[in-house]
Structure formats: C-alpha cells, structure tokens
C-alpha cells in the first residue's frame, strides 16, 4: 500500500491526513469539487497533485488505496468509479486508525457542543507542555496554527464526532479512533438527517465507552442528564466497563467546579481547590476548560503547567471571535447552529460587553435547524438576543415542505416574546437592514455553521461606509 487517492482531498481532516501520509514517504494524490487557499496551498507545498472536480480519469491507474470523504455518496463519478473497479477503499477514520491511532494515547473529546474548543484547550496544554501532540482539530486553534498534525508524539488529541462514518460505513467516526481518554460534555439531539431521537445517539455514546480500556477513563458531564445516562447500566443490565467521573456545578460531581467569578474579560474558577484563569467567557467554556484540564492531569502534565498554559490560551476561529470594528458596531463569528449554543453564544457576549445591544444574527443551514425539529426551541434562544435576524431557508428543497422549519412562524413567536425580528430573504437585504438600524455600542453576532456569504466583511464595510446615525 504505497498509493493513496483522497476524495474530497480538501476538507479540514483530509488535508490534514492527506499531507501526513505524504511526509510519511507514501504517494498521496486527490479529487475535489473545490479547489482554493488555504488549503490548496497547504497541499501544494507537500508535493501533493490535486484534480479539481471528480472524473473516474482522476483515479491514478498505480492507486491501491482510495480514501473516502464523508462528504463523498453514490452517484459522484469517482465513488462510483471505485466501485466498477472493485478499488481497495476505505473511510478516513479507518485510515487515521490503522496508520497513525493504533498504540497511541488518545484522548477523545465528544459532545454536542464544545468539542472544538474543549480539544483545542487539550492539544494546547499538552504542547505547551512539551508534549509535541498530534491533533485532528475541527476548526483553527489560535495557539496551534492549524486544525490537525501528526507527530511522533504517544498522545493524540481528536474531536470526536457521532456523525456517521461513511456512505458505507453508517457508525459514528469517533468510535474508530481507539480511546484511551474521552470526554463527554453534553449530549442533545443533533444530526437529523442520521438520528431518529436522541436515544439512537445515547446509543452511539454507549459504544464508545465500550471500547474504552480499564486503564483508561470516561469523563462526563455532571450536569447533563443525558450523559449521565451513560454511567448507568444498560438495557442488557451491564455496567459500563470502563472506568468513569463526572464533573461540574454539581455537588454530586465527582470533579466540582467551584467559586466562578465572571469578568468581561474572562472567568476565574476553582477545580478541586486549585485556581485557573482563562481569557475567555461563559459557564460553557468555564466546563470546557475544566474538562481539558481534568484531561491533561490524567496524561500527567503538572497542575501549574496547566494554568499557565489556559492563561496564555488564544481561542478558536470563528467561536466568538471578534471580526472587527467600524462606526462604533462590533461584529462577531460564531459557528452556533443548535438552540442551545445560539443562548451560550448570547449569554457568553452579555458577559462580555456588559450594557450592549446584542444582535443575534442567524443562517439556519444545518440539516437540523433547516428542519422544524427546534422550532419553538430556536425561538426562545433567538429571543436571548435583543435584535434576532434570521436569513430564509436556502436549497430547502431538500427537505419535505412538512419538515422544513417555518420560518414565518419563527418570526411570529419572536415577536410574541417581544422581540422585533427581521427575515432576510438575502445576505444583502439583511446587512442593509442592520446597517440602518444598528447603533454606536452595539454588537452583531452572527451565528452559522457556514460561511454565510461572507456577511462579516460586508457588514463591516456597510458600517465602515455609512453616515453615522
């Protein structure tokens, strides 16, 4: 197996995996429908040759593995090439397993939300501890440069995710990634177009801890019932067989999060008497660290290394990062796209810009908030903002009209609770409408799990280039 062909060669995980195999001396070639920086360049610099678009001609006559996106399904030209061809293939998840997890410590980091802060908490502690980690990051740690490496490190950092594996491969990606170490930090439904109800998901998770050796640990969150569920028997009336703690505001929490105080600038807790610092905010990332933490003393790393390193921790793109400043009017990334992370996401900018007027700027994309599973849900979250917006439903005709979330309903509610919502038929219609209606002092945040147009740079230039009010 020296041969690798990647489809969808430019997602974040396969970039990252893709230009590992190639330092590791294998051949790495790849398909993909978009082909643009950063990532292109990233490849380009590891010698990788890439074909923009998918031909079953792409497919090198030499390959002897061809390696999987989960965004691949049948019908794209190359997927079904592989298959006339009868190809060795395999997903991403199995190849991460096979060449780079196995005899490795890893630490698995799950959840509804969190995931992507809370991981790139971990790999940070441990780099700053010397530790050199490889990581597999779903988004861009300040700290870190980049959303994935592989080292020769024994720790591995991975955000687990229960999304399925492959087209072939219906299983969660996060139970191939052979744990030593996981976190759960909330489970709520998510992921519609794969879950039937937030049962099938638990199930998922109960998995996962089954894999999970005696010398390694679960930790859960104490504070969600959900997971807690998971510490107790199962239906067939065994035990969970690896070890468990659970962790929170609980004062039945194994690991208590104790005396928080909350600044603008960020938070300040204890975590079994010892203090921590981070510049950042909210009860949720409070958790999120705790649980990096918690994490990090396991693989032996020294409490005050941890707390030197959470005070130097710089974030993550595009959650709560601020995108800039004009005419007085901040506007904020957030990949926010589940009820309960659209009021963290509020919550959190409340404590931070004590006084403000809050915007809460939101693209239901994801195949859940597209469907009316949260319908009333997203309401009372939007409310949390003093100015909801919501854009309308794009390629809706995906989903059945019956399932589709209604947006003129949303509208009506948010405006039972008091609020005056605006529904934008377009990115241009809604960043004029703020544009004329925004004041000096307050903050938009916008709030999706795509790039929405790029309405954080239009918005900035429609403040930058209006008369004040």
């Not at 109960?206 to 239906?235: E, F, I, Q, Y």
């Not at 509610?413 to 529904?423: H, N, P, Q, T, W």
């Amino acid at each position: 197996m020296q041969h690798f062909h990647f489809l969808g060669i430019c997602g974040t995980a396969m970039g990252a995996v893709a230009a590992a195999m190639a330092r590791k001396g294998y051949t790495v070639t790849g398909s993909d429908a978009k082909i643009y920086p950063p990532m292109s360049d990233f490849l380009a610099a590891e010698n990788i040759r890439m074909f923009d678009g998918y031909a079953a001609s792409n497919i090198p006559a030499e390959a002897d593995v061809i390696v999987v996106g989960n965004a691949m399904s049948r019908g794209n030209l190359e997927v079904e090439a592989v298959l006339d061809r009868k190809l060795y293939y395999m997903s991403l998840p199995e190849v991460m397993k096979e060449y780079f997890l196995r005899g490795r410590r890893n630490y698995v980091v799950t959840g509804t939300h969190g995931k992507t802060t809370t991981t790139s908490m971990l790999a940070w502690i441990m780099e700053y501890a010397g530790k050199d980690p490889s990581f597999m990051i779903g988004g861009i740690a300040s700290n870190l440069k980049r959303g994935g490496r592989f080292t020769d490190s024994e720790f591995c950092v991975l955000e687990g995710d229960e999304y399925d594996t492959a087209f072939f491969d219906k299983r969660s990606k996060f139970l191939h990634y052979l744990p030593e170490f996981v976190i759960v930090n909330n489970i709520e439904f998510d992921h519609a177009d794969i879950y039937n109800d937030i049962d099938e998901i638990k199930r998922s998770f109960r998995h996962l801890l089954r894999v999970v050796p005696r010398s390694g640990l679960a930790l859960v969150n104490a504070d969600d019932p959900n997971c807690l569920d998971l510490t107790r028997p199962g239906k067939d009336g065994k035990p969970v067989p690896c070890p468990v703690q659970t962790l929170g505001f609980s004062k039945d929490a194994d690991i208590r999060i104790s005396d928080v105080e909350y600044k603008p600038e960020g938070c300040i807790w204890k975590l079994e008497g010892y203090l921590y610092e981070l510049p950042m905010i909210g009860e949720f990332n409070v958790r999120n660290a705790s649980m990096a933490i918690t994490a990090a003393r396991f693989a032996g790393i020294p409490q005050e290394i941890i707390a030197e390193s959470l005070r130097k921790f710089e974030g993550v793109a595009r959650r709560q990062q601020v995108r800039g400043e004009e005419g007085g009017v901040i506007v904020v990334d957030d990949f926010a796209h589940h009820p309960t992370a659209i009021k963290h996401a509020v919550t959190g900018l409340r404590q931070r810009y004590p006084g403000a007027r809050i915007w809460g700027v939101f693209e239901p994309r994801s195949n859940t908030t597209m469907r009316k599973i949260f319908q009333n849900e997203l309401a009372l979250s939007l409310a949390t903002a003093d100015m909801p917006v919501v854009s309308a439903l794009e390629n809706k005709e995906k989903i059945s009209k019956e399932d589709q979330l209604d947006i003129d309903r949303l509208g009506k509610d948010l405006e039972a609770l008091g609020r005056r919502v605006f529904i934008g038929q377009d990115v241009p219609a809604i960043v004029r409408h703020i544009q004329a209606e925004a004041l000096p002092g307050d903050v938009v945040l916008v709030m999706s799990n795509g790039g929405f147009d790029g309405i954080h740079h239009k918005l900035l230039e429609a403040f930058k280039n209006r008369k004040q009010p």
